[in-house]
């Protein structure tokens, strides 16, 4: 006769609300068990509290949060983690830009808020005297929609009025972020930088322009796995490393088909993994939608 081995339950904490196994493991501890493999003291609790939850815990308007910094969607997702004391898997919150990926001699991008109104800000991005063709749109009570064309909104290309996006809070980027956040992270749980994509076409032009010239997507496709492949060997040679590596994001066959996947995106998931497993790091691929 096998014997069942049995976890024991979660009991609840009388500090808040939060669940913990008594006597057990922390978040951190539970979580890299099962990573291992292992059984842990318990089952993982990790909600996909996505931004909303987070956000709206803050009683902040929505782009306090994404556009203004204050706070950064991440640190509200932290917060969140330890208002309700769950087990976090943290894939790709946080973005990771190290200096070796910016371009110090181009001129930067500047947001301008170009409409707004009681509902939502709209920032459009200028270089100089040209400005971006597609927009952002920041509401009071949802999270953003980014890249939208200019025109769908009913405003004119060119910007008859703005006014500069001031008052954005500054916060440490790259691996100063990193340490940051995985300080703040603490025994909560894991957390995950991206390095990786399972989706090259993101919107409808750039499904008809894979249709219309697929050779071009191929070879933006092998660029984006030389870029990846360095990143990883960056990500690797930090103090402070990533829990683990998020190889792709939601919405991989939103704007793609499972053709495109293999023959653009699958040859990057494949390779970054190969390089994870050989240094004992886990990767993640967050795929929900179709």
Same mark, same amino acid.
């Given at each position: 006769?096998?014997?069942?081995?049995?976890?024991?339950?979660?009991?609840?904490?009388?500090?808040?609300?939060?669940?913990?196994?008594?006597?057990?493991?922390?978040?951190?501890?539970?979580?890299?068990?099962?990573?291992?493999?292992?059984?842990?003291?318990?089952?993982?609790?990790?909600?996909?509290?996505?931004?909303?939850?987070?956000?709206?815990?803050?009683?902040?308007?929505?782009?306090?949060?994404?556009?203004?910094?204050?706070? *950064?969607?991440?640190?509200?997702? /932290?917060?969140? %983690? $330890?208002?309700?004391?769950? +087990?976090?898997?943290?894939? =790709?919150?946080?973005?990771?830009?190290?200096?070796?990926?910016?371009?110090?001699?181009?001129?930067?991008?500047?947001?301008?808020?170009?409409?707004?109104?009681?509902?939502?800000?709209?920032?459009?991005?200028?270089?100089?005297?040209?400005?971006?063709?597609?927009?952002?749109?920041?509401?009071?009570?949802?999270?953003?929609?980014?890249?939208?064309?200019?025109?769908?909104?009913?405003?004119?290309?060119?910007?008859?009025?703005?006014?500069?996006?001031?008052?954005?809070?500054?916060? *440490?980027?790259?691996?100063?972020? /990193?340490?940051? %956040? $995985?300080?703040?992270?603490? +025994?909560?749980?894991?957390? =995950?930088?991206?390095?990786?994509?399972?989706?090259?076409?993101?919107?409808?032009?750039?499904?008809?322009?894979?249709?219309?010239?697929?050779?071009?997507?191929?070879?933006?496709?092998?660029?984006?796995?030389?870029?990846?492949?360095?990143?990883?060997?960056?990500?690797?040679?930090?103090?402070?490393?990533?829990?683990?590596?998020?190889?792709?994001?939601?919405?991989?066959?939103?704007?793609?088909?499972?053709?495109?996947?293999?023959?653009?995106?699958?040859?990057?998931?494949?390779?970054?993994?190969?390089?994870?497993?050989?240094?004992? %790091?886990?990767?993640?691929?967050?795929?929900?939608?179709?």
């Amino acid at each position: 006769m096998r014997q069942v081995i049995r976890p024991p339950r979660r009991k609840l904490n009388d500090g808040g609300g939060c669940f913990r196994a008594s006597d057990g493991m922390t978040s951190r501890e539970r979580l890299l068990t099962v990573l291992q493999g292992k059984l842990p003291d318990c089952v993982p609790v990790m909600p996909d509290t996505s931004n909303m939850i987070p956000a709206r815990l803050t009683g902040k308007p929505f782009w306090d949060l994404y556009l203004y910094q204050d706070p *950064p969607i991440w640190k509200a997702y /932290l917060d969140c %983690v $330890k208002h309700f004391g769950f +087990d976090s898997l943290m894939d =790709g919150y946080v973005p990771i830009t190290l200096p070796e990926e910016v371009d110090s001699q181009a001129a930067p991008w500047e947001p301008m808020i170009v409409h707004e109104s009681p509902e939502r800000l709209v920032v459009q991005h200028r270089r100089r005297d040209a400005w971006s063709r597609r927009v952002d749109v920041y509401y009071v009570a949802d999270p953003p929609t980014g890249g939208v064309p200019v025109e769908k909104l009913g405003l004119p290309r060119v910007p008859e009025r703005w006014r500069p996006v001031e008052g954005v809070k500054q916060w *440490p980027t790259g691996a100063e972020l /990193l340490r940051l %956040v $995985k300080d703040e992270m603490g +025994d909560h749980g894991l957390v =995950g930088v991206f390095c990786g994509t399972s989706s090259l076409t993101q919107n409808v032009d750039d499904v008809y322009s894979y249709y219309d010239d697929p050779a071009r997507w191929r070879k933006r496709a092998a660029a984006l796995l030389e870029y990846y492949e360095a990143r990883f060997h960056r990500l690797m040679a930090l103090p402070v490393k990533p829990d683990f590596l998020c190889v792709g994001a939601s919405g991989t066959l939103v704007f793609g088909t499972v053709q495109t996947f293999r023959e653009l995106a699958l040859p990057i998931v494949k390779r970054i993994t190969e390089l994870a497993a050989a240094a004992g %790091v886990p990767t993640h691929l967050h795929s929900c939608g179709p």
